[in-house]
């Protein structure tokens, strides 16, 4: 397939649903499953400093919708990722191994979720969240366990939930008719 649109439609990327509305949800629902381990572990980071970066005062369910729309906004960055020629490129391609070969494209999805979240853990708590603390001038940051196992695991959470939601909204088999992923 010549083009990134071409490749997207092969696999059923532009389905009725889409990679945007996949993205939103499986963002929304992930960042609740995070949401509910760093309640059991820390409910002030919800309650009190993810308001207190923004400015906010620490009030009713402020947090939480914040946290959600955090969700959803990285949900439709990892659909865009997700669906780009590059990206699904390397998620659709057959290997060489007798075990990846025989993975399911939707497991290869969750498996880019997990890896998202890794990055997400790697990049947002624990090199962008310093630098924004740092440049609005607020205390908050010490509330933050950024490399606590807590926010790792939280991560990984959200991204493999953010996977299944993601694989499981939109249609992934591939409709050409000699594709890999055909019958």
Known sequence: MSTESD?????GISSQRGWPIGGALGGAIGAAAFGLLMWLFDPEVLTAAIPSIYGFEPVGVVGWG???LHGIVLGIVFG?????ELILGAVTMNPETDVLSQTSIRLRIVAAGFVFGLAIWAILPLIVLPVWLETIGTAAGGEFPAIAVESLLGHLLFGTVLGIVFAISIDLSDRSPDGPFSG
């Open 80 to 84: 865009f990722l997700v669906t780009r």
């Open 66 to 68: 914040i946290h959600i």
């Open 7 to 11: 490749t997207a439609t092969a696999f």
